[in-house]
Structures are given as structure tokens and as C-alpha cells.
């Protein structure tokens, strides 16, 4: 039998990061240099209005559903320009007939496997 190519290899990527190739690493890297969708900060923003959405549902349960509704649509959408501005970053080297490095797309890639597998393992609770 011919020999198996594990998508787990050495040369493919396994942890996420969301900034390939480009020199803004805001709210990118966190202490053990994985890569982070949101700074501490921010996602401590982002909790926080959770948390008062959730409060609010006692009094209010429609509004805070309303309002579960945008925040994630906030994030769906930050999700979505996050990824378009990579592949835009791609694409502007390639139309400049610039080389894009086997490691920047080395990272992409293991970004977009990483983010893929996330997405495929979520539940929505019923």
C-alpha cells in the first residue's frame, strides 16, 4: 500500500494565528505566541457587555436578546473582515507580482484549518 500524507505533518501548520505577513500584531499574539482572535482587553470589553445582556434578561428579555442578536453579529462580522483583509494582503502581493513566502501562506493556511475545525466542533444549545 502506497503511503498515507497526514494532514498533521510537520510541514502543515497547527496552531492559529491571524496576522500572516503583515507587521500589525495588535490583539494577535498573547504570551505563549498563539494567535488570538481579540486583545485581553477587549475580550474582557466584549465579556463584560455579555454579562450585562444576560442581567438584563430578567427585566428585559426581549431587548437582551435583541441585543445578544447584535453583539454577535458584531463579532461574526469582525470574524468575516478578518479574514477578508488576509486574503486581500495575499492577493494585493500576488497583483503587485510580488512573491508571497511558502511561510506566509504556510500561515494562512494553518489559520484557516485551525478556524475551520473551531467552527465545525460548535453547538448551538437548544
Known sequence: MGERSDVQGSDVPQ???LQAGGNDQSNVDDDNGEGELFASDERGELESRWNDIQAQFVDEPRVSVEEANALVE??????????????????QQWDRGEDVTTEDLRVA???YRSFFGRLLELRLDR
Not at 74 to 91: C, K
Open 15 to 17: 496552531e492559529t494565528e
Open 74 to 91: 458584531e463579532l461574526m462580522n469582525r470574524l468575516v473582515s478578518t479574514f477578508s483583509e488576509q486574503r486581500a494582503r495575499l492577493e
Open 109 to 111: 493556511l494553518r489559520r
